[in-house]
């Protein structure tokens, strides 16, 4: 299969807690996306890489929150000190540089706060 | 800041029917506009890409048209089929940008045999 992998599905973890997300993007695809969707909206836009570089993030991404991709490859998204507002599906998807750019999505990893 | 609004927000018809399900912007600058398919619990599925200077595509039994200087676009589904439920997102990238996807809330279809 060649599309966006996400791991893991889901993560139930305790308040305080740090957990980790991996996202593995199609191969060719050299922008890589992370959005959050709360239940009953629409996903929200975190932030974005070109290759290894991080060149936007939304102001829903606080100093909690950080993202890698290290290599231009795959990437990880980072939450120290969880808290029960983040409880979201956490979605990644990759594209293109060229052409119509179309956004490709994984799973997506489902977090749970207790 | 782009606004997506979809409309309405939760549709059930019987199947076969045709059905449009619609979708408006804030901001007409755009730089392309697609539609999602998202079934319940999982990630999203591209369904069609409009670029900005397209005023429609096609695949298979949907169609998508946009309209850019009103701020619209239609997802028109023919002969719907129970395999259709799920809920349908539209988002657009706006031309400063170029990259992140404004989402509406989606609209809750769901098909009956």
């Known amino acids: 299969d060649t599309g966006v992998s996400q791991n893991p599905r889901h993560k139930i973890t305790k308040r305080g807690q740090n957990v980790t997300f991996r996202c593995d993007p199609i191969?060719?695809?050299?922008?890589l996306y992370w959005y959050r969707q709360t239940l009953g909206q629409g996903p929200e836009f975190l932030t974005y890489f070109q290759n290894e570089a991080q060149l936007e993030k939304s102001r829903l991404l606080s100093d909690r929150f950080s993202a890698e991709r290290p290599k231009g490859s795959f990437s990880t998204l980072e939450i120290q000190r969880t808290e029960q507002g983040d409880s979201a599906m956490y979605l990644c998807a990759s594209s293109p540089w060229t052409g119509e750019r179309t956004q490709y999505f994984g799973p997506g990893t489902r977090l749970t706060v207790l | 800041k782009q606004e997506v609004t979809q409309i309405p927000a939760a549709l059930s018809v019987p199947e076969g029917e045709n059905l449009v399900l619609n979708c408006s912007f804030t901001?007409?600058?755009?730089?392309?506009l697609q539609w999602f398919r998202q079934d319940p619990g999982k990630g999203l599925t591209s369904l069609l890409l409009i670029q900005s200077s397209q005023r429609e595509q096609t695949s298979g039994r949907l169609n998508a048209s946009l309209d850019k200087s009103s701020g619209r676009s239609t997802l028109y589904i023919a002969a719907s089929q129970p395999g259709d439920s799920a809920t349908y997102l539209c988002?657009?990238?706006?031309?400063?940008?170029?990259?992140?996807?404004?989402f509406g809330k989606g609209t809750s279809l769901l098909v009956t045999p």
């Open positions: 191969s060719e695809h050299n922008r």
């Open positions: 988002a657009v990238v706006n031309s400063n940008s170029g990259y992140a996807l404004n």
């Open positions: 901001d007409s600058a755009i730089y392309n």
